[in-house]
């Protein structure tokens, strides 16, 4: 595997950063994920405007142009030969002696570019027939959960959580009992009447991207569509429940704490809006 790291494509096994790199030290970092289909880079450049903001949040200075930061993404992409596969990309504050504030003197952000094979073919396969289980854990994160910051250390936490009660998702509950979104996803539940309904997006969720155009191709197949808090009674009461990622696409989520939701299989409406967002991915 090549990685990109600061100005350089290097095998993965001499790809290294400084330990005085402020990612290193503070997760004082930005980054973005983004799933690679038939060798296409998948929403680019909604990805790249989250990404300038992220940084615009945390007074971070790119360390590239877009048209550059896009070739480099797409030499990452070549260099591995990754047909299907995960983008990541991580820009740090950059390199210097551990302080908390903003180094005095700028530091140039370390950037680093990374890819992986992923099997989308298979995701959607287990989406169309499986779904995956979630399982509710606490919403311990900070209040700008809008920044795709590299501090995820809540976020792991509630994933091991999960993954330890045998689920394959965490969906977190603020201290009001409502669903804000997963520890890599975003949730949504669909109602009797077939609304769908996810969190509207404020600095207590990511506002992910996948959330974005599956909502797009919902509307486009005259789905309704609500934008609003719900709270975690409500989604182990609904029809489907599913959540949305780069990685995971659009994928059933057909048990809850060990409840079922629904019949405890892929919806009608999920299995509808991942053949859709396949069409969108493959178009
Ligand atoms: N929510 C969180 C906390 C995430 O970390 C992610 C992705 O990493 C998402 C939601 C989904 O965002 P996207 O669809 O842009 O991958």
Same mark, same amino acid.
């Given at each position: 595997?090549?990685?990109?790291?600061?100005?350089?494509?290097?095998?993965?096994?001499?790809?290294?950063?400084?330990?005085?790199?402020?990612?290193?030290?503070? @997760?004082?970092?930005?980054?973005?994920?983004?799933?690679?289909?038939?060798?296409?880079?998948?929403?680019?450049?909604?990805?790249?405007?989250?990404?300038?903001?992220?940084?615009?949040?945390?007074? /971070? /200075?790119?360390?590239?142009?877009?048209?550059?930061?896009?070739?480099?993404?797409?030499?990452?992409?070549?260099?591995?030969?990754?047909?299907?596969?995960?983008?990541?990309?991580?820009?740090?504050?950059?390199?210097?002696?551990?302080?908390?504030?903003?180094?005095?003197?700028?530091?140039?952000?370390?950037?680093?570019?990374?890819?992986?094979?992923?099997?989308?073919?298979?995701?959607?396969?287990? @989406? /169309?027939?499986?779904?995956?289980?979630?399982?509710?854990?606490?919403?311990?994160?900070?209040?700008?959960?809008?920044?795709?910051?590299?501090?995820?250390?809540?976020?792991?936490?509630?994933?091991?959580? @999960?993954?330890?009660?045998?689920?394959?998702?965490?969906?977190?509950?603020?201290?009001?009992?409502?669903?804000?979104?997963?520890?890599?996803?975003?949730?949504?539940?669909?109602?009797?009447?077939?609304?769908?309904?996810?969190?509207?997006?404020?600095?207590? $969720?990511?506002?992910? $991207?996948?959330?974005?155009?599956?909502?797009?191709?919902?509307?486009?197949?005259?789905?309704?569509?609500?934008?609003?808090?719900?709270?975690?009674?409500?989604?182990?009461?609904?029809?489907?429940?599913?959540?949305?990622?780069?990685?995971?696409?659009?994928?059933?989520?057909?048990?809850?704490?060990?409840?079922?939701?629904?019949?405890?299989?892929?919806?009608?409406?999920?299995?509808?809006?991942?053949?859709?967002?396949?069409?969108? /991915?493959?178009?």
């Amino acid at each position: 595997r090549i990685a990109y790291v600061n100005g350089a494509y290097v095998p993965m096994s001499e790809a290294c950063v400084h330990i005085d790199d402020r990612g290193y030290q503070f @997760a004082d970092g930005v980054y973005e994920g983004v799933s690679v289909r038939h060798g296409k880079l998948i929403d680019l450049e909604p990805h790249l405007d989250r990404l300038w903001r992220s940084l615009g949040e945390l007074q /971070m /200075m790119a360390p590239m142009d877009r048209g550059p930061m896009r070739l480099v993404l797409k030499e990452v992409v070549r260099r591995n030969r990754i047909k299907d596969g995960f983008l990541y990309l991580q820009i740090t504050r950059g390199v210097a002696p551990r302080d908390h504030p903003f180094p005095a003197q700028t530091p140039w952000p370390a950037m680093v570019v990374t890819a992986k094979r992923l099997n989308f073919d298979a995701v959607m396969d287990r @989406a /169309m027939t499986q779904g995956v289980a979630g399982s509710s854990q606490p919403d311990i994160r900070w209040g700008r959960c809008d920044v795709k910051s590299t501090s995820l250390l809540p976020n792991i936490l509630a994933k091991q959580a @999960a993954r330890e009660a045998g689920a394959f998702e965490a969906v977190m509950v603020d201290r009001d009992g409502y669903v804000t979104e997963g520890s890599s996803t975003n949730i949504w539940m669909v109602t009797k009447d077939g609304t769908l309904v996810t969190r509207s997006t404020d600095d207590n $969720i990511l506002p992910g $991207i996948t959330r974005a155009s599956v909502m797009k191709v919902a509307r486009d197949l005259q789905m309704k569509v609500e934008e609003r808090a719900f709270t975690l009674e409500e989604a182990k009461g609904a029809a489907e429940m599913f959540l949305t990622s780069s990685t995971s696409c659009a994928m059933p989520i057909v048990s809850l704490d060990g409840q079922k939701i629904g019949d405890g299989t892929p919806g009608p409406v999920a299995k509808r809006l991942v053949e859709a967002y396949k069409a969108f /991915m493959d178009a």
